[in-house]
């Protein structure tokens, strides 16, 4: 990666080599000289390119001129300088840009022969862009982000290595700056669905190999998706609705004392599981704990750190157990810890919008008995037209009166997804001192999920973290599936192919050499699920689903390339 990071700045510095008597820097003295300079330097692009014209194709020459443009203004990244907070030009125009971008690209092809680095474009720094940022980066890959928020900007670059670029992203001009002709993949993930399809579409166009469209709501692509597909040129579209309601969906069917993710097509689960006082866990080293035989504990999470147990290690009140298994052996351990899951017959919702509508719609065809509380009359009545067997409520889920009267005391879950945090966390709260003992939360801010669940809530569901964990499985290769993020990024549970000709083939786990901080939780092989133990042999093509500290994570991935 250091060798990556060379290359770029020795291709800025030639640019500001280049280009350093055209760069006119807002708030400076002499701007109208630098302006000057600019204009001139303009005029020799226009000369080069009609000298070149002669040389290039029609598409080429399009391409080209889509570059050129002298009124599109100059390309600025944000700077922080001796005079204050400034923009400067990104790059000059004509052939030093292309040497530059040759040279540049030239590189990083070859480094990504030999180390899977990446070269993306992120468009958008929400939630989702900026986590996307920090993680990719921090595994090495070369991220450009572009956002017309500075602050974002401002705070992103701080923190990781990124290249920032100031503007919208919908633009033709911005993403030419971004250089979006030389990425392997752009990632489309603004809080604006409308400048997250432009993006795609003219990134492509410009020379993007992949792009990956976020949008909030599927509604408009689920008829006409190939016609989409064609013509916004995306490879893969994610909704954050969909993802969202999905998991939602999944919590509401599971006890309250766990987390649940599927690998495998569902066949590997994992459980997360909130150790009670009298729990026949607490207490006892991890070696003589009697649980079933297709299940293994891989991790504990205790105090928001996150520890890879040993054989003597012992599980106290409080802590949260990590379990991997398959179906049978995790509904075994569910009743032999105390946290086997009633049937649900009755959910109360707060909240409007995609999500609610869709996990409403889900639940009822489950025929469970739902009703919504809806807090704008205009919103509770277009849900009442859209969604048949559910019943609509006129409220505000922190009307406390409203809620004795409904009852919510006696029903089986309470869900908060309102757009609003603090709004969610509070009815939740409300509705557990009513004593409903199941509170499912959104969560439009990952950082509060762990605070959620501090306070009570049973799950906390961050749409946007959801949506970054399944294009991190895009981004990280055709053979890394599902990921499920522990503690803010501190450890992951990925599944993995192993693809054939890798070095684990024909290897027991103990002579595979797992780096410390790596527990293969389960392999998925032509439809058996093993829980696997030291001698169990690595095939070709089995799914691996691996429970993996983020400080081994790149020597994980590393291992099966």
Known sequence: ??????????????????????????????????????????????????????????????????????????????????????LKQRAPRGPARERARSARRAAGNLLARRTSVMNILIVGLGEVGSHLARVLSTEGHSVTVVDQDLARLRRVSEGVDVHAIHGDGSRPDILDRAEADSVDLLLAVSNDDNVNMLSCLFGKRIGARRTVLRVKDMTPFRRFKTFFRKNL??????????????EIVNA??????????????????????????????????????????????????????????????????????????????????????GCAPEKVRDVVIFGTGGIPAQVADALHRMHVGVRI????????????????????????????????????????????????????????QLARNLGCERTIALVQKPDYVSLYQQLGVSVAVSPRLICANAILSIVRGG????????????????????????????KTLKDAHFPRGAVVGAIAREGEIVVPRGDDVIEALDNLVVFVLADVLDDVLAMVR
């Open 1 to 86: 990666m250091p060798e990556a990071h060379a290359e770029r700045r020795d291709a800025r510095a030639e640019f500001a080599h280049d280009g350093s008597r055209a760069a006119g820097v807002l708030g400076a003295a002499g701007a109208r000289r630098d302006q000057d300079r600019v204009r001139t330097q303009r005029n020799d692009v226009q000369h080069a390119r009609s000298i070149a014209a002669h040389d290039v194709d029609r598409r080429a020459q399009t391409h080209r001129e889509l570059r050129e443009v002298p009124d599109e203004g100059i390309a600025v990244v944000e700077q922080d300088g001796p005079q204050g907070h400034a």
């Open 233 to 246: 040129l995306f490879d893969q579209i994610l909704s954050l609705e969909s993802l969202a309601a999905t």
């Open 252 to 337: 509401v069917r599971q006890n309250q004392m766990v987390g649940v993710e599927n690998f495998a097509e569902g066949r590997i689960q994992m459980r997360r599981v909130r150790l009670a006082e009298g729990s026949p866990l607490v207490g006892v080293p991890v070696r003589e704990l009697k649980i079933p035989a297709n299940v293994l504990i891989t991790a504990i999470d205790r105090d928001h750190e996150v520890i890879v147990p040993g054989g003597d290690d012992v599980c106290l009140v409080g802590d949260e157990v990590l379990v991997l298994g398959d179906e049978k052996g995790i509904a075994a351990f569910d009743r032999k810890s």
């Open 373 to 428: 509380v809806a807090p704008n009359r205009e919103a509770a009545e277009r849900l009442a037209g859209k969604l048949d067997g559910v019943t609509i409520l006129h409220g505000e889920g922190t009307d406390l009166e409203l809620l004795r009267e409904e009852r919510i005391g006696d029903t089986d879950v309470f869900l908060g997804l309102s757009e609003q945090d603090e709004v969610n966390l509070m009815s939740c």
């Open 479 to 506: 053979n890394v599936g599902r990921i499920a993020t522990i503690e803010e990024g501190k450890a992951e549970v990925i599944e993995i192919e192993v693809p054939a000709g890798c070095k684990l083939v024909g």
